[in-house]
């Protein structure tokens, strides 16, 4: 049996996991991830998968902290920062408006 290169058995980034017709990301408990970063809390994976799992949960204030934080470990993923504007577009008041100065 020919053996796969360790490479291909990772997940291409922003693919979510998957499980047998839910996600497995919304099995795993919020406490798993939370464990994960007591332990590194420069651990950006934790911090990404938490916000996603929090923000599926509507845990927005979680969601939005955890999108932050990993936004900070890796400045360049700006789909971080369109993941926090959408929370941010979630938590607004609705009679909350853009004005011009």
Same mark, same amino acid.
């Given at each position: 049996? &020919?053996e796969?290169?360790?490479r291909?058995l990772?997940?291409?980034?922003?693919?979510? /996991? +998957?499980g047998?017709? &839910?996600?497995?990301?919304?099995r795993?408990?919020? %406490?798993?991830?939370?464990? $994960?970063? &007591?332990l590194?809390? #420069?651990?950006f994976?934790?911090r990404e998968?938490?916000a996603?799992l929090?923000?599926?949960? #509507? &845990?927005l204030?979680?969601?939005?902290?955890?999108?932050q934080?990993?936004?900070k470990?890796?400045p360049?993923?700006?789909?971080? /920062?369109?993941? /926090? $504007?959408?929370?941010?577009? +979630?938590?607004?008041?609705?009679n909350w %408006?853009?004005?011009?100065?």
């Amino acid at each position: 049996m &020919e053996e796969l290169p360790a490479r291909s058995l990772q997940r291409p980034r922003g693919q979510r /996991l +998957e499980g047998l017709g &839910e996600p497995l990301l919304a099995r795993v408990p919020a %406490t798993s991830w939370t464990q $994960a970063l &007591e332990l590194t809390p #420069d651990n950006f994976s934790a911090r990404e998968e938490l916000a996603r799992l929090a923000q599926q949960r #509507d &845990e927005l204030d979680l969601a939005a902290a955890q999108y932050q934080a990993a936004w900070k470990l890796r400045p360049a993923r700006r789909d971080l /920062l369109v993941e /926090l $504007a959408r929370i941010w577009m +979630e938590q607004r008041p609705r009679n909350w %408006t853009l004005t011009s100065a």
